[in-house]
């Protein structure tokens, strides 16, 4: 195994880390703001103890966030020397924007809201707490403009001077931050930190109940869990559609894998398990046209035209102005004369869309691995389907006083905290093993974007982050079960 | 805006982080208290608890720092981060533990017991400072690098920035010079540690033993700063002209400092303070002896920086291939971005207001034995 393979499974390791505690942060920020504005609001010191008991499991999951966080951010430099030279100038503003509006509030904020109780005035304290939420979901916007932005490279000009992506104005920055992939994922992700978030209050609320414990602050914390984990798997439905659309046109590879679809077509059908299939329902999903065409693995490897009469060169094609365009940047680079620079400078404008494809020893190098992305976009529709119905359920219950006597929905709402996690996990898996092998799409590839190391130095701290954040993991499981058993009481140590 | 005058704003804006980082690192500093042998465990944890609700502080601005140079000086974030490899993972784990143990330490789930966590943070007192002083001590000594952007056209070879050895950073372990900065850190951080808990905590027996502390580190605090000064002063430096080509000049970084007299004004001022403070710390009962030292911390890491990057000096400069260094206008990002970024960056005197009137919220009542008994939000 070579560099390349321990930079990608270290990287993917640390998100994958980094995504268990992400999304209980996102949506268990504003589970406890809403209990703490109803405290401000109605005066009762039972959602001042609510709110409490949420922020300390919070506090606990926090940690860990921000431990394998700063991993992540480093290890863009650290593991992906030419990737970072390649996109520093596009991330430049929205990391900017990032570290300078974000960062400092959740720290300053989060810092007033544990220790803040008795030192700050009710009004200030609140405002603490929903700024935390609000700096952890602004961050997360700016670093997936940042992640849209690879999956969907718009506004760049590659600049043969410097050897890299280039904004070059207003016009571009504007593309950038409001790029239609970035902002589905902002919602996508956002939303089902949400979810997440929401079944883990339920949840734990229903282990309480099964219990016959805390009776009152469970129903009243599964209510506000319910209704938050409801509103975030409705939006993560809408902003899930409108993933599919641009997968299907600005990543038609990621689409054909997460569907194992060999050869594509019009009114193409849709594979719930492999042999179970509904008829033109990939074109709606993909096209929102029942008879739209949408292209097969096979497809895209020989090169297809579109519903729009738009020819889509094969990938043997575009390897070849890809190869050209290297050997114009070369040229470029290196020659004195002018009229051979002018010569290249053109060709190399010519070809520069494809440049990537340039790196790439042959043209099945383009397919992701189709198993796993086919398999985890299933269990994320699946288990994603599964919690919202959970949620409504609870919600149903809670309204209709039923808790006593739907016992097995408690049971389903504490086996669907873990489900959340194997459902976003699986999420990112469709997201990020679906683009291979781009750390941009059609511009870098994963075997150009590395650093200069050796595979033995990256497999040693593979294997050393690995035995710390599993470490982690561990302790913190331990240490929220410990305190789910301990009650709210525990806010008084 | 000239491209020129943003990349020299952006340097200043890396100077002012950087004087932040090392300021912030206080933090690490006062944790090395919790090996001392005079506290009971109470008093420990008055020190947790006073350094726990700032260490978000020193991490969010390492965090901004890297991010900072990432968004500015791009080169400099691939060639150093990809090829000083091991210094920046053993300074990320140093962190990523000081990341948890807060939390952490004081339960007994934490498999590790609560010294293992201790430890932790006391190592990462100790490794951070000295890491990061290490690191920026390369500034003036130089790496073992070579850039050659025509390598990304090459499949065999695709890599812009390649290492010239397989230490990747920790070579730097070796260079004498590049250390010293290293120690100077690692001192001055225990020394700003110690007076930000004489500020925080009310406590006479935790008074008196930082009192010592203060005064055990006045000593190789000075030693190395001088050292690391006088070296500095008289060694060879990395000149860069206006066509961008690098040659070495004798004694560099004094011409620097002479020839840019408001940076070394800048520096005077910023020594006189920390020193200030550490005499207030040491032999007077002031408690405030953190500001001024704190704030001279600030002004002596830009002078610092300023003499590294401006006046026409190669900021990171390579001992392997003298063309190959970085200077602020070979390694930035483009004009366009730089000046986005420079309307971003006008928010930061609102956020540093509002941190500093949170903190000012915060510290308006002193951490006392009391509170920590007393109170159920603590680490």
Request: charged share 15%; glycine share 8%.
């Amino acid at each position: 195994m070579d560099v390349i393979f321990w930079s990608r499974i270290q990287f993917a390791m640390t998100a994958a880390y980094h995504w268990l505690f992400v999304p209980l942060t996102l949506g268990l920020a504003f589970v406890m703001a809403i209990m703490e504005t109803l405290y401000v609001v109605r005066k009762d010191d039972f959602w001042k103890k609510t709110a409490q008991f949420w922020m300390k499991l919070f506090a606990i999951n926090f940690a860990v966030g921000i431990a394998t966080g700063i991993i992540l951010e480093f290890e863009f430099g650290t593991n992906w020397s030419n990737y970072s030279w390649f996109v520093g100038d596009m991330f430049g503003a929205p990391l900017a924007i990032e570290g300078i509006l974000a960062f400092f509030m959740e720290a300053t904020f989060f810092a007033v809201m544990f220790f803040g109780w008795d030192k700050v005035s009710k009004r200030f304290h609140l405002a603490s707490t929903w700024l935390t939420g609000i700096g952890a979901s602004i961050s997360a916007y700016w670093i997936l403009v940042a992640n849209g932005w690879m999956q969907n490279p718009v506004g760049t000009t590659f600049n043969p001077e410097t050897v890299r992506s280039e904004m070059t104005s207003a016009a571009a920055f504007w593309e950038v931050i409001t790029n239609p992939v970035a902002v589905s994922k902002f919602c996508h992700a956002i939303t089902s930190g949400w979810v997440t978030g929401g079944i883990f209050v339920v949840g734990v609320s229903a282990w309480y109940l099964l219990r016959n414990r805390h009776i009152e602050f469970a129903k009243k914390s599964m209510l506000i869990g319910a209704i938050v984990g409801l509103v975030g798997s409705g939006a993560v439905m809408l902003s899930g559609d409108s993933s599919g659309v641009h997968a299907a046109e600005f990543q038609p590879m990621k689409l054909a894998a997460a569907e194992g679809l060999q050869d594509g077509g019009n009114g193409a059908a849709f594979t719930i398990v492999p042999g179970i299939k509904v008829p033109k329902m990939l074109s709606i999903l993909a096209t929102h046209n029942p008879d739209g065409f949408v292209p097969g693995i096979n497809d895209i490897l020989n090169g297809y035209t579109d519903d729009e009469g738009n020819v889509v060169p094969s990938v043997a094609e575009k390897m070849a102005m890809g190869r050209e365009a290297l050997v114009a940047l070369s040229i470029y680079r290196t020659t004195d004369d002018p009229s051979e620079k002018a010569e290249a400078r053109y060709a190399l404008e010519e070809n520069v869309q494809y440049m990537g494809y340039g790196h790439l020893e042959k043209p099945e190098d383009v397919v992701p691995p189709v198993g796993v992305v086919f398999w985890s976009f299933r269990l994320m529709i699946g288990l994603g389907m599964l919690i919202a119905l959970v949620l409504l359920l609870a919600l149903i219950a809670v309204w209709k006083d039923k808790l006593g006597a739907w016992k097995w929905l408690l049971r389903a709402a504490v086996v669907c905290i873990p489900l959340a996690y194997i459902c976003g996990q699986a999420g990112w898996i469709v997201a990020e093993v679906g683009r291979q092998p781009w750390t941009i799409q059609g511009l870098l590839p994963v075997n150009v974007a590395i650093s200069s190391l050796s595979a033995g130095a990256v497999k040693t701290t593979f294997f050393i982050f690995l035995a710390i954040f599993t470490l982690f993991l561990a302790i913190e499981i331990r240490i929220m079960v410990s305190a789910i058993k301990k009650g709210p009481e525990t806010i008084k140590e | 805006m000239s491209y020129t005058f943003l990349q020299n704003y952006w340097w200043f804006l890396i100077a002012l982080l950087g004087g932040l980082l090392v300021f912030l690192m206080f933090v690490q500093g006062a944790n090395l208290q919790l090996g001392n042998r005079q506290f009971s465990d109470l008093q420990k944890r008055m020190v947790l608890n006073s350094t726990g609700r700032k260490w978000e502080l020193t991490f969010t601005t390492l965090v901004t720092f890297g991010g900072a140079f990432f968004a500015s000086f791009p080169l400099f974030y691939s060639t150093s981060f990809g090829g000083a490899y091991w210094v920046w993972i053993l300074l990320l784990l140093s962190f990523v533990f000081q990341a948890v143990a807060y939390e952490f330490q004081n339960k007994k789930e934490n498999l590790i017991g609560v010294k293992g966590f201790r430890v932790a943070l006391m190592v990462n007192g100790f490794l951070a400072p000295f890491l990061v002083g290490t690191a920026v001590g390369t500034f003036f000594t130089g790496s073992d690098f070579t850039v050659n952007k025509v390598a990304i056209t090459d499949p065999s070879s695709p890599v812009i920035s390649t290492w010239g050895n397989n230490w990747h950073g920790l070579e730097a372990l070796g260079q004498f010079h590049a250390v010293l900065l290293g120690c100077t850190l690692m001192f001055l951080t225990c020394i700003l540690g110690a007076l930000y808990i004489l500020n925080n905590i009310d406590d006479k027996q935790i008074h008196s033993q930082v009192h010592r502390t203060v005064k055990l580190c006045i000593l190789p605090f000075l030693l190395f700063f001088l050292c690391w000064l006088v070296i500095l002063l008289v060694e060879v430096g990395y000149a860069v002209d206006e066509a961008g080509v690098v040659s070495l000049e004798k004694y560099k970084y004094l011409h620097n400092f002479l020839q840019m007299p408001a940076v070394l004004i800048l520096f005077l001022v910023g020594v006189v303070l920390v020193l200030w403070g550490i005499f207030q710390g040491a032999f007077t009962q002031s408690r405030g002896g953190i500001w001024p030292a704190g704030i001279g911390t600030v002004l002596v890491v830009m002078a610092v920086f300023f003499i590294a990057g401006y006046n026409g000096t190669a900021y990171y400069p390579s001992c392997t291939d003298l063309q190959s260094s970085l200077t602020i206008r070979n390694s930035s990002s483009s004009q366009f971005t730089l000046q986005v970024m420079f309307w971003v960056s006008l928010l930061i005197p609102f956020v540093l207001a509002y941190i500093v009137y949170a903190w000012h919220q915060m510290d308006k009542k002193k951490i006392t034995p009391d509170e920590i008994s007393d109170t159920p939000h603590k680490y």
